[in-house]
């Protein structure tokens, strides 16, 4: 079974520029998660999906970053712009349930940098 | 708010030593409880979990036990190895359906 898929591993870009993350999450996860995770810390939550709807976005700074799941599969999140305190690690996380007691699977994530 | 607080890292130990990683946490209601790992290079991936007050999760060698009187659930290994270097976070799945991490602990266990 494949697991969370995310893209780019890697991305380089200038200050101010636009960026996005793409994940596929696990095939039947109802529930998507972005988290942030700078270094040295843990993974600190963005948003979190169930199916198309965003439950929970209160932690994600809405002036720059958004994202989306069309069609309950599939989500983007994307900054614009990018600023320099936004290098850090961007993780994909699905669920089958996402009522806290269920594991989370995680993508590789997508290291940003913002030079 | 729901937090959890993990003993700081690095922590370096000697292959078959024993492990303690302590967790605590601040929750509302009754959280599940989770730990996370994540070895060089690799996502992270559910190391083990406990659902309610008295329940130990094991896994690898690994174990942790829900502590509702003292708010824990502190890590466990009595012999590590090696292969056992990564990044431990502990979390709380609240009733809310959020998933809140630690800051993590750095393990590296010497030949």
């Known amino acids: 079974e494949a697991g969370v898929v995310q893209s780019p591993r890697y991305k380089i870009i200038e200050k101010k520029q636009p960026v996005a993350f793409w994940c596929n999450p696990i095939?039947?996860?109802?529930?998507l998660y972005w988290y942030l995770q700078n270094l040295g810390q843990g993974p600190e939550l963005l948003i979190r999906y169930e199916n198309e709807e965003a439950v929970d976005d209160s932690q994600l700074p809405k002036d720059r970053f958004s994202a989306e799941r069309l069609k309950g599969v599939d989500s983007t999140l994307k900054i614009q712009p990018a600023e320099l305190g936004d290098s850090a690690v961007y993780l994909c996380?699905?669920?089958?349930?996402?009522?806290?007691?269920?594991?989370?699977?995680f993508g590789e994530g997508s290291r940003l940098t913002v030079l | 708010g729901d937090s959890v607080t993990q003993m700081e890292g690095p922590v370096t130990l000697s292959e078959e030593a024993f492990l303690t990683i302590n967790c605590t946490y601040t929750a509302t209601g009754y959280p599940s409880l989770f730990w996370y790992v994540q070895y060089p290079g690799e996502g992270l991936q559910l190391l083990l979990k406990?659902?309610?007050?008295?329940d130990k999760g094991s896994n690898k060698g690994f174990e942790a036990t829900y502590r509702k009187e003292t708010t824990s659930f502190h890590l466990e290994k009595g012999s590590v190895q090696v292969s056992d270097s990564a990044v431990y976070f502990c979390a709380l799945g609240n009733q809310g359906g959020k998933l809140i991490f630690g800051q993590g602990t750095e393990l590296s266990v010497k030949p």
């Open positions: 095939s039947g996860h109802n529930t």
């Open positions: 996380a699905s669920s089958a349930s996402g009522d806290g007691t269920g594991e989370l699977f």
């Open positions: 406990a659902t309610k007050a008295d």
